[in-house]
């Protein structure tokens, strides 16, 4: 008798996430290290804009930054996604994790 293969971190993602291929999982994979690491160059920038000072935390910051930078992730990841030929994916992605925040299911 055959056991089944055995499958590998990315055939778990591609299951997961209903994707097509491997190559769909990695483009996936790129938008989400490309949307963090757009998020960590010009979060500083707006910051220093708008005059506020992330040296020192508070919970007024913290709020603060989640408020500016949730949204802005967001959209840089449909953006990111759009690049790469993802947006469908992504788009999808983003309705449920709204659906989460606003505690309805579906």
Same mark, same amino acid.
């Given at each position: ?20 291929? #491997? ?28 005059? #506020? ?6 919970? !007024?910051?913290? #709020?603060? @930054? ?6 802005? @992730?967001?959209?840089?990841l449909l953006? !990111?996604?759009?690049? $790469?030929?993802?947006?469908s994916f992504? !788009? ?5 994790? $709204?659906?989460?925040?606003?505690g309805r299911?579906?």
């Open positions: 008798m055959d056991s089944p293969k055995k499958q590998n971190f990315l055939q778990k993602l591609q299951g997961k996430w209903q994707l097509n291929s #491997i190559k769909q999982v990695l483009l996936v994979l790129l938008v989400f290290a490309l949307t963090g690491f757009t998020i960590l160059f010009i979060k500083q920038p707006i910051f220093d804009l708008l005059g #506020i000072s992330m040296e020192k935390g508070g919970v !007024w910051k913290t #709020i603060l @930054y989640l408020l500016l930078v949730l949204p802005l @992730y967001q959209a840089v953006l !990111w996604g759009f690049v $790469f030929g993802q947006f992504f !788009w999808e992605h983003e309705k449920k994790f $709204f659906r989460r925040i606003i299911k579906g």
